[in-house]
């Protein structure tokens, strides 16, 4: 069983950044493939970055491309999302999400752990 724990959400003006961190629990967290997904009011969740149980590939939505960096402290049992140039498309309720293989997916059924989200405003 594995517990994710979101913080880091907040208001902010768009072009501005914030740092989203998770913090899980568990004896697995390193061989678990991660990702973050958003869910805006009245949209469905949508992926927006995954990172491989070892960190060494990172995948991503193409609007956020050049703008969000997911990574990952497998000692400190964490993941992070810094996200840079923020836009107010970019407002959502951000959950961090573990799967229970090292494979990388894209999609929100593919993870089979959810943590209870952090909600992130951008104002324009």
């Known amino acids: 069983q594995v517990q994710l724990v979101e913080s880091g959400g907040g208001l902010v003006q768009a072009g501005g950044s914030l740092r989203l961190s998770c913090a899980a629990s568990?004896?697995?967290?390193?061989?678990?493939?991660m990702g973050w997904f958003r869910q805006a009011p009245g949209k469905e969740r949508e992926f927006v970055a995954a990172?491989?149980?070892?960190?060494?590939?990172?995948y991503y939505r193409d609007s956020v491309k050049g703008r969000f960096t997911i990574s990952r402290d497998n000692a400190k049992k964490m993941l992070y999302l810094q996200m840079n140039a923020l836009k107010p498309e970019d407002t959502a309720v951000y959950y961090c999400?573990?799967?229970?293989?090292?494979?990388?997916?894209?999609?929100?059924?593919?993870?089979?752990?959810w943590g209870q989200g952090t909600q992130v405003t951008v104002s324009s």
């Open positions: 568990g004896p697995t967290f390193s061989s678990y493939a």
């Open positions: 999400a573990a799967r229970r293989a090292i494979v990388v997916v894209t999609t929100a059924a593919g993870y089979d752990y």
């Open positions: 990172i491989s149980w070892i960190g060494d590939r990172t």
